[in-house]
DNA sequence: CTACGACTGTGATTCTATTCACAGTAGCTG
DNA sequence: CAGCTACTGTGAATAGAATCACAGTCGTAG
């Protein structure tokens, strides 16, 4: 939402490669069959068709088939894809084929559940440093990771050649936080905080409201209670007046 | 995809009020303007207008209007909407104006975060009760939550009335619980757990995959730091052959 | 060596989501 | 009380994503 501006003036017009415009959705899901072909690769499967694989994944075989054709192609035909190379070639897209390093602020419960949650490392991500602004954390080392000041972010992720960050701080603020985190060469941020903040233009911002993904479960879960998959309000309740 | 059926045989055809069907999309979006109300309310905000909303929260004013025309008619023309009548609508809507119970799987570093994330009570959701099979834990209370063995589930969830479910346990077996979690009435599950499962019928599941957020949030650096919003693989490796 | 079967990559199509733009209306002003 | 302003709700138009369906190709089998 916030990272979709960019106008469209692309110094480098004349591409002899494909260069089309790749949607988020179409990420996602290579992130998704990563993750499947590398438990087929440790399964020793070498070449897989993409209607085997789209099984796997749920998607449908011309889904699986589009998405991988936006990078070119990948497929040998009448053999399927191969496994491993298609893995390596999406962390090569995603830019996950070399790990890179992360900063995390805020060290609370969830900050430390990141610090040892042991699906990063395998995934290309390396959580290299953390910052809070706690006395009584700053200076410790949590799993491996020391904890710094955030007013010395600047220096430190400069240190460490941080690109990326994810905020699981307080909501107070996030904004200037986020701002400064920007300024000193961060690209993307990954924030479970809820609140609201944007970024400024060349940083990417991703929201993880965990609570939001439970609100929408409740309405799945109460939806199909009711009816079908009709939602309707009782008509008992038109929002009126009500003006104080 | 798989919620997406539903042949348009609607019994009650003459309908009242709209019934429209609504995308998970405007659920999502729904859950954010609701987030953004209730703000606003404890500003002491009564009333606005779509576009002030819409600048709040980051979509057009038009899409706004038509999220919550999908519901019915909520807003006063020239008054705008009421802000606190309209944060409860959308509570009624998603089913979290009453507090709901919510069971969580794994006790580990990720699950013992989300007890004591304060975030989920003041949205309408309990974690209720906690289920591990570690010998340690089982017996133990965390965060005022006793932690049960999974062997009992079936019993435990039904004499808590839990409709919704956690996963943040281990990949083992994840499957298997989630065809139990299913079986004792829980209608929506959140799956922190990177690994693919599949609900049953009726059931609705949401993965929440972390490192695959990242990974998105690597591709978008990573590729607008070469060319701007444009992605293709460098020339060298149309991926041939290699079938060992 | 030729003919067949099956798979990929992609143009064309359908379906869905978003945006535009305006009719209709509530409140405000003089 | 009449006229004006500015808003909502929604039909129509546009943009975008998923699917269909087939041309072209590779391997295989006889």
Redesign the pocket.
């Given at each position: 939402m916030s990272t979709s501006e960019q106008t469209g003036t692309d110094a480098t017009t004349q591409q002899k490669r494909p260069a089309k415009r790749v949607?988020l959705?179409?990420v996602e899901r290579l992130s998704v069959y990563r993750k499947v072909l590398e438990e087929l690769d440790r399964d020793g499967v070498e070449n897989i068709?993409?209607?085997d694989l789209a099984g796997l994944v749920g998607?449908?075989?011309?889904?699986l088939?589009?998405d991988?054709?936006s990078f070119g192609?990948?497929?040998?035909?009448?053999?399927?894809?191969n496994v491993y190379q298609m893995s390596r070639t999406i962390s090569r897209i995603m830019g996950t084929d070399e790990t890179q390093s992360v900063a995390l602020f805020g060290v609370g419960d969830l900050g430390r559940a990141l610090l040892s949650y042991r699906g990063f490392e395998e995934r290309g991500f390396h959580i290299a440093v953390a910052f809070d602004v706690d006395g009584e954390k700053v200076g410790r080392v949590f799993a491996g990771r020391r904890c710094y000041h955030v007013d010395h972010l600047e220096t430190v992720l400069r240190e460490f050649d941080v690109r990326m960050a994810i905020l699981a701080s307080r909501p107070e603020g996030l904004q200037a936080l986020v701002d400064r985190v920007c300024g000193s060469g961060v690209q993307a941020i990954l924030n479970f905080v809820p609140k609201r903040v944007s970024a400024p233009g060349g940083c990417h911002l991703e929201e993880t409201d965990i609570a939001s993904k439970l609100e929408m479960l409740s309405f799945l879960a109460h939806t199909d209670a009711t009816a079908a998959h009709t939602a309707s309000l009782e008509p008992g309740e038109p929002a009126e007046g009500m003006t104080a």
């Open positions: 949607s959705q179409t068709h993409s209607h998607v449908t075989p011309a889904q088939r589009r991988l054709a192609t990948f497929g040998n035909i009448s053999r399927g894809y």
